[in-house]
C-alpha cells in the first residue's frame, strides 16, 4: 500500500544546474520514479534521457560516454542522439528501429536545469517561466540549498495556504495575512502581507508566491529588502522529493550588507524547511480534513493539483 494515493504529477522539474556537468558529460539521476542520465553534448546542449538501453538494458549514465553529438552505450557501443533515436550499432550495418530511447524535453532557464515530465510523453504544456531578475546586475549570484524531503509535492505546496502552521511549527509572531488565492491553468497564485518587527517599528512587507505547475516556483519577499527565492520540487520517486532553494536579493551599495542580508534570508528558509521535514515525513494524508473557518484555502489549493495527474487514482471517495 503506497503511502500516498497519487501519481507523479506532471510539470516542468529541475534536474540540475548548469555547472553539474561540462559538456561532453554524463551523470545518472534518479527522478520520476525512473532512473535516468542526464548527458551534455559537446556544443552544451543537455539531455535528459531513460538509463536503460532498449538493446540488453545496460545503464546509460554508468560508463556511458558523449560521442558526437549522441550518448555512446558503455555494453555494446550502440549510440543514440538527443532525440532517442539509434544512430549506430557499431558491428552491424543495419540500425534497428525498435531501439528509441525515452527522451524528455530540456531547457536551461534562470540558471538552471528543467525537464518536463508528462507519464503519457505529451509534449509541455507550458513554457519554464523565466525570472528577468536572475543574474542581472542588481540581484546577487544565487544562494543555493538542497533537501531530501520523504514525502510527495502535493504535502508540502500546501504549506503556502496553510498560514496557521507557522505560529506552530516555525513560531513566527506575525504571521503573514492572506490577501488573494487565484488559480489559472497551470498558476497558482498567493499574496499576503507581512509585518516585520524592527528596531525602528513596524514594517509592512509583502509574501508573495506565484507557483507554476507543480515543480516550480517563485516568491518575492518585499519591505525591507527585495528577496526572489525560485524553489523547486523534483519528485524522485511516489514519496520522496528533492527540494531546491535558489535564493538571490537585490543588492545593497555594499557587499557585506548583501550578503548578511541574504545569508539571514537564507538561513530563516533553510530553518523552515527543517522544521516542516518532521511533520510532512511523519503525516498522513487526510482526503476529507477537518477544517477551522479561518485555515487557508486547502481545499482550492488540492483542486488546482489534482489537475496535474494524469494517471487514474483513487483519493478516498473520488476516483479520478
Ligand atoms: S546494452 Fe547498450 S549497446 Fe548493448
Ligand atoms: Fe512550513
Redesign the pocket.
Known sequence: MPRFPFPIPYSWYQVAEPEDLDPGGVRALKYFGRELVLWRDEAGEFHLQDAF?P????HLGVGGAVEDGCIR?P????TYDGTGACTNIPYSDRLNRKAHVRTYPVVVANDLVFAWYHPDEIAPLWDVPVFDEVGTPAFSDYYKSSYTIGTILQEMAENTVDPAHFRYVHGTDQVAECESYVTEGHTATMLSKQAYVTPRGVTEGRIDVYSFGPGVAKTWFTGIVDALLVATSTPIDNDSTQVRFNFTVRKFDDERTTSSVANAFVGEINKQIQEDQPIWENKTFLAVPALADTDGPIVKFRKWFSQFYAEPHEVGATTR
Request: with cysteine; charged share 0%.
Open positions: 538501453c538493446h540488453l538494458g545496460a552505450c555494453f555494446h557501443g550502440w
